[in-house]
Every structure is written in C-alpha cells, then in structure tokens.
C-alpha cells in the first residue's frame, strides 16, 4: 500500500524505514568489529588480521578477497584470538611460594684468652664436640693452666642451651635414696645423649652448703645465697645465686647447689680472691692446685663447663669469667669426681661411645655405671 501527500508524490514506508536502520545498524557493528580485528595483538599486518577474522566468523568470501587466494578452512586457533565473542580467560593465580625454613647457623665460640703466655698455636681454640642437624651445639677448646703443668690441659666447653636438653640425676650415695631418676644413664636412655658432667660436693655431711631437689621432693633443704644450677621442665638449664638470679617456680624441676659463686655479673668474685679452706674446701694434700670443675651461664643464656686435673680456685674462676660466665659456680673437685664427658652416636645411636673431655682419671664409661654422686646428662632436645 502506497500514501500519496497532497502533491502526489510517494512517501517512504515505516517498513523501508526500518530496514535503513537495521542496515545503518549492521554497518557499524561490522565497523566495530573490523577495527578491534585488525587491533588484536600480534606482528600480522592489518589485511591478515582481517583475514584470520572473516575465516573463524564463517566469512571465507571476504577472507578470499583480502588474501587474494580461496582457503577451506579457517587457519590457527580462533577460540584463543576471538576477543570479540569471547572474554579472555583470567590467568591462573600462581601460588605464592613458601618460605624455605632455615636454621639459624651456630658459629664458633670467640677464643679464649689463655692463661699462660705466650699462647700456644690453637690454645683457647674451640671446635665442635658434638653436632645436632650439623650444628656444633656443643664445642670445646684446650689450654694450659700454667707454663709447667703442660701433660694436665684445662678443658673448656660452651653449649648451646636452646639446642639442648639438660637432666639432673641423683647419686646413690649423694643424695642417696630412692628415686624415679636413675644414678646411672642406662642403656634405653641413651638416644641422642651428648654429654655428661659431675655435680657438686658431698650434701650428706654438708660440704656443698647447699640443698638438692628433684621432681618435687627436697633431699636437702635448699639454701638462699648459694650458688644453684637450676633445671627446667623444658629441658633448659639456668645458674645464679638461690633468691636472687634464681628461684623456685612451677617450671623448676631439679636444683643442684654449691658454695658461693666464681663469677657474679660477669666479674670474679672477692671470696675468689680471699676464700679459704672454709669456702672452698678441703683439697688432696692441702694444694692449691687440683683437678677442679666449675659451670656457668654466658649472657645469651649458654652454658660454659670448665675442668682439669691441675687448677686453682683463682684460674678455674678466671677461665668461667674469659669463656664469658656472668655467674658461676664450682662443682666438684679432688682426683676422682671432675669430669666431662661427651657421646658419639654415629655408629650406635642408641649406645654412643663416649670420651673424656681431657685426661680425668675416670674412665668415660662412668656414667653408663652407677655412679655414688649425682651427675647431669645433656641430650639433644627434641
């Protein structure tokens, strides 16, 4: 049906209206997407672009026309480039990488200033005596303690207290009685043991002016200002003065005391430098000079043990003190009770052969006997 104006002449229908439209329409969405096809990333020129387009969207005619050549079929991967039907996939999300967990190097112990010089090649030198995960948690190192007594070394050894587990055992005779903890190191408790070393005077006939406790129970009443080592329920060892450095808590385990301190807050003490027989008791022969033993704390906390065949109250005190003790104390002293011994597991993990630190009279294999005075056993901590 055709309308006719008043002048006669014809005007457009809506139907023609409407295709225009739709023409205008296609027209621009076809401009649309010719320019982000010959946009799409990549080193092809602008007709290949256009080309590689009309093939993936059924368009081979125009494909044909723009290459100059017919093709069948569409060329590469049209599902990966078609930006224009299809969003492009996220990229997966890499996981973050874990952080490797590193272990804290230990490094060697500063050398010791010797006692006698001029020092020896390696005197006061520490190396390590027992590795846990290839670290010298434990090391030691030798020294004169005097330019003539040169068969007798002082044997000094630091460990680290964190890397370690630290047992008080009672002895048969000292304290005596009847406990859970052995007075020996038996053979199903010998896994990762590293080292042991004895404990203090006599507290039977009070020698040790001090007390002994355990796991609850006080063999000997514990005294205020005596020199204490102090054992941890987590294994830790701790030394001070009782009811100043240190006290009971409901973390102690164990306190094993003797005498007054060698070394306070870093410095040898005057009853080092006045002491008598009263303080530091009887000797063999009444020398000066005997096999002594001694044990203390660094300011990190680290266990420093010291002891040898030949030495006096003054050099045991003064080695504790240059090792870096801020408190010690004496252990035991006379030809049959000092000793340190460490374990080598390598072979026999749970039966470690063990050595004398330096040469002590007592054979290594003591603790692994039941021993008549109390001793410590340190373990690799778990």
């Not at 224009?84 to 230990?106: C, E, S």
């Not at 205020?224 to 100043?244: I, P, T």
């Not at 450095?245 to 385990?253: N, Q």
Request: proline share 8%.
């Amino acid at each position: 049906m055709v309308f006719h104006n008043g002048g006669g002449r014809p005007r457009p229908t809506l139907l023609r209206r409407w295709g225009l439209t739709a023409a205008l329409l296609v027209l621009a969405l076809l401009a649309y997407c010719v320019h982000d096809a010959v946009s799409l990333p990549g080193k092809d020129g602008a007709s290949a672009k256009l080309a590689r387009w009309s093939r993936c969207h059924y368009l081979g005619y125009v494909a044909d026309v723009v290459d100059g050549h017919p093709r069948t079929a569409p060329s590469g991967d049209c599902s990966a480039s078609d930006a224009l039907t299809q969003a492009q996939p996220l990229a997966a999300a890499k996981p973050k990488p874990r952080p490797t967990p590193t272990v804290t190097p230990v490094p060697l112990h500063a050398r010791v200033r010797p006692l006698v010089s001029p020092a020896r090649p390696g005197e006061g030198v520490f190396t390590p005596l027992s590795l846990v995960k290839g670290q010298p948690v434990i090391q030691s190192a030798t020294m004169r303690p005097d330019p003539y007594d040169t068969d007798f070394p002082v044997g000094v050894v630091w460990m680290r207290n964190k890397a370690l587990t630290f047992q008080l055992h009672p002895g048969a005779e000292e304290p005596g009685g009847s406990w859970a903890v052995p007075s020996t190191i038996p053979a199903g408790r010998r896994t990762g043991l590293l080292a042991a070393y004895n404990g203090g005077f006599k507290l039977s006939n009070g020698d040790s002016h001090g007390g002994f406790y355990l796991n609850g129970r006080t063999a000997v009443p514990l005294r205020s200002g005596a020199a204490s080592e102090v054992f941890h329920r987590d294994g830790s060892l701790s030394v001070g003065v009782w009811n100043q450095d240190v006290a009971m808590a409901p973390d102690v385990v164990g306190v094993r005391q003797c005498l007054v301190p060698l070394v306070s807050h870093g410095a040898v003490t005057d009853a080092v430098r006045y002491g008598g027989t009263d303080v530091w008791g009887l000797t063999d022969g009444g020398n000066a000079s005997v096999p002594r033993s001694g044990v203390g704390i660094d300011r990190h906390g680290d266990i420093v043990y010291v002891g040898g065949r030949e030495l006096t109250v003054q050099s045991l005190a003064t080695v504790l003190q240059r090792a870096g003790a801020v408190t010690a104390m004496m252990l035991d002293i006379n030809l049959s009770w000092p000793s340190f011994i460490s374990y080598d597991g390598k072979r026999q993990p749970r039966d470690p052969v063990p050595h004398n630190l330096v040469n002590f009279v007592r054979d290594a294999t003591r603790y692994y006997d039941e021993s008549s005075r109390d001793f410590v056993a340190v373990y690799a901590r778990r």
